[in-house]
């Protein structure tokens, strides 16, 4: 929208994409004011101004930042695009420095947490510049193409880290292969119509296996869910594990909490299935 009211263009797909929106919009601001998004707010995803010396050095911060993976605070695009935007005559260049204001938290106050991801437009905006740039080099064809394959593996060297593909995304291996496991199968069989605690990624939630669990863990997770963990980190914990920060493990009775996967050692019983302990207080199921 930013660069629809830049270039002076018709705004008329605002209110259309509000309406088809609407399902989902409605349900999320009503649920907003519930959940620990709406705590105070504080330095967690700023982008520090040192972070954008990231744009020559892509892999020299490989690692969180202000509470924040890398891949969320990373928006290299490449060396030649910083040369070519030299020669931009692009209105977007003030989108390139509104949305670097963004990311190193101006108007944070009043905005959504997590300023880094304003770095998705900071990144097209860019772009945007940098091909502007070019067309105004008017360089023959052959130097173009060239450019763009030093660019493609440019992007593919210091950028293909960023996308985690494993274990659900290998190119050897169907997504569906995650999810199908010693753990899930032994789940299947024995869990029933209770519920599972501390599940690993990539099945923290239990949907697509169908398992419950004790629910969501992170920054939109109730003020009510915050609580009954004990989750003091004011943006959610992110801790599916609940023995990682509680030992009364009592408390998951009466949720009919069945089964809990934890990296700790618990007076649960044991399963078959490594760091799967078996609540002893629930009555066995047939198999078990």
């Known amino acids: 929208m930013g660069a629809a009211i830049a270039w002076g263009a018709h ?17 999320f601001f009503r649920h907003l004011p519930k959940t620990i998004r709406m705590n105070q707010h504080d330095d967690i995803g700023k982008v520090p101004w040192w972070h954008f010396s990231s744009l020559v050095f892509p892999q020299a911060f490989r690692y969180y930042v202000n509470g924040v ?7 290299y695009v490449g060396l030649i695009p910083l040369f070519t935007i030299l020669y931009t005559t692009s209105r977007a260049v003030v989108l390139v420095i509104m949305a670097s204001l963004l990311m190193i938290g101006a108007f944070g106050k009043f905005l959504p947490k997590i300023p880094a991801r304003w770095s998705y437009t900071f990144q097209v905006a860019l772009i945007w ?27 593919w060297r210091n950028n293909s880290p960023l996308l985690v593909n494993h274990p659900y995304a290998e190119l050897y291996q169907r997504p569906s292969w995650a999810f199908d ?14 519920r599972v605690s501390g599940l690993p990624y990539p099945l923290f939630t239990g949907h697509i296996n169908e398992f419950k ?20 980190n004011s943006n959610g914990s992110g801790e599916h594990d609940w023995f990682k920060s509680n030992g009364d493990g009592k408390t998951l009775d009466e949720h009919r909490v ?29 198999g078990e």
């Open 129 to 155: 510049c940098a091909i502007d740039g070019l067309n105004h080099l008017h360089l023959p064809n052959r130097v173009i193409i060239l450019l763009c394959l030093i660019q493609a593996f440019d992007l």
């Open 181 to 194: 496991t010693k753990l899930t199968t032994y789940l299947d069989e024995h869990l029933g119509e209770d």
């Open 213 to 232: 669990t004790l629910g969501y863990a992170g920054g939109m997770q109730t003020k009510e869910m915050a609580a009954w963990r004990n989750d003091t």
């Open 258 to 286: 069945r089964y809990a996967y934890t990296t700790k050692r618990i007076p649960w019983a044991n399963t078959c299935i490594p760091k799967l302990y078996r609540n002893p207080r629930l009555p066995s199921n047939r």
């Open 69 to 75: 993976g890398f891949w969320e605070m990373s928006y």
């Open 11 to 27: 705004l008329w797909f605002v209110p259309i994409g509000v309406l088809f929106g609407l399902p989902q919009l409605v349900p």
